[in-house]
DNA sequence: GTCGGCGATG
DNA sequence: CATCGCCGAC
């Protein structure tokens, strides 16, 4: 079973690239962020066409999060529904062939000390929250998406330029960390203790070549699932040519179940 | 002496290939419609090296007209300063060399019977009392621009789509036929009388294949200068390649003067 | 800086 | 339906 992440700046944008990306490495599942349409707009057929089922929560122009699958996503949860504000779509979770997939787009956070930094901080609490009371670690469970977390130094080109901003500041890390003492372990870190490669690139930074970035998208098991995992990889690929996305999808491939 | 129109649809986004055509035709005067940017942001600079004054009145987002010349610019009018409305900048003249240049941006009109095709109608008179009130028939005067008015069938590809339409009613032509009866010549088809050329593409009607369109950019001369007139040519270079405007330049040569 | 959605105009 | 400016996010 292969489990793909992708943040694509727009689905329809990135349509293209995204069925290409499906035909190339024939995932089972994939989790789409920033897909920034409402989900009557959702190109649903087009993907049905390449063979998958899309599993929705949009809304028009920001956020918008999707699962993709070949077989049927069942138990699917939209949104927090733990009283807190629920208005930007960054959550979904299905179950797909047993095995419970989240999919998130934590939010930026804008900059340190921000009303959106205090949002993002929060919200990773109502993550771990929901993890602990409709989730066991003991069953497998990937929680993938973007992140706007690197979870250390190494995981950063330029580690000192980034000290202390958003992304890499203490706090956020913390939050990623206490996310994971729930029962989860970053999968690439773990499969690649000290493979340096990035899943989105910055341009923002004075003389940052292009190519350079940050790991901020990650896939992160229970241990059930880890155990089956095969693989991890960065599909560097999907960051060339024309019509990039700044992030690169991440992909895992897990022995198969069954799980009972 | 060289004269040339052309709406470039926003100087900024044109500025590359607005150079190459003076580097190309190496003309006196242009006028430019459509500049779309405020005068404080209008690429002065670049035009300067490349051997231009620019006389400009701008807005933001919409409109907006320009002379670029090699000689200064003098008695320069930037509106009709008749009472009526002035918040739109489509009219600038000015005096280069002895020949008073009159540039406009005539309202589109959106669709017959509009509000903004009877705003279009009254803008055409009004600019006729201008030339009434400060200008004189017997003296080199120019006045160029787009008239978004197609003057005759002739003008047109598909004449019958277009009958009745925006751009080609009765009133539009007879309007900009009023305006030559004060004393000016449509230079292009005073030379060529039964030459066919658009200035202008359309992608709206249906099968409209895109290099085909009708001519709306005009050169109207005094007698004065229409019987110095060498030449005058659309330029059809300028609608080729990738950041091609959809209007093409027109270009009328003359011979010098002096006028006294 | 760079992108994508949006809205207005043609 | 193509284009461009604008805006907001990153």
């Not at 919200?123 to 998406?145: F, I, Y």
């Amino acid at each position: 079973m292969k489990v793909a992440t992708w943040n694509v700046n727009s689905i329809r944008a990135r349509l293209e690239r995204v069925v290409a990306f499906l035909e190339r490495h024939d995932p089972d599942v994939v989790c789409l962020q920033e897909t920034k349409v409402v989900d009557e707009v959702f190109p649903a057929d087009e993907l049905r066409a390449a063979g998958y089922q899309c599993t929705t929560i949009g809304q028009k122009t920001y956020n918008g999060v999707a699962i993709l699958s070949k077989t049927p996503a069942e138990d699917v949860v939209r949104a927090f529904d733990d009283g807190g504000d629920d208005s930007q779509a960054r959550l979904i979770a299905a179950t797909i062939e047993g095995v419970r997939c989240v999919c998130v787009y934590v939010p930026n956070g804008r900059s340190v000390g921000s009303e959106a930094y205090a949002y993002k901080l929060e919200w990773l609490e109502r993550l771990k929250k929901l993890l602990e009371q409709d989730a066991d670690p003991e069953r497998p469970l990937v929680l993938t998406g973007d992140f706007n977390v690197a979870p250390a130094d190494i995981d950063v080109h330029d580690p000192e330029a980034w000290r202390d901003q958003v992304l890499c500041s203490d706090p956020e890390r913390k939050a990623l960390r206490e996310l994971e003492d729930w029962g989860l372990v970053d999968g690439f870190r773990s499969l690649h203790p000290d493979l340096v490669a990035y899943t989105w690139w910055d341009y923002r930074q004075l003389g940052f070549p292009k190519n350079r970035g940050m790991r901020i998208d990650h896939l992160l098991l229970t241990r059930p699932l880890l155990e089956r995992c095969e693989g991890i990889e960065i599909d560097r690929e999907e960051r060339k040519g024309k019509g990039a996305s700044d992030h690169a999808p991440v992909l895992a491939t897990f022995a198969p179940g069954p799980w009972k």
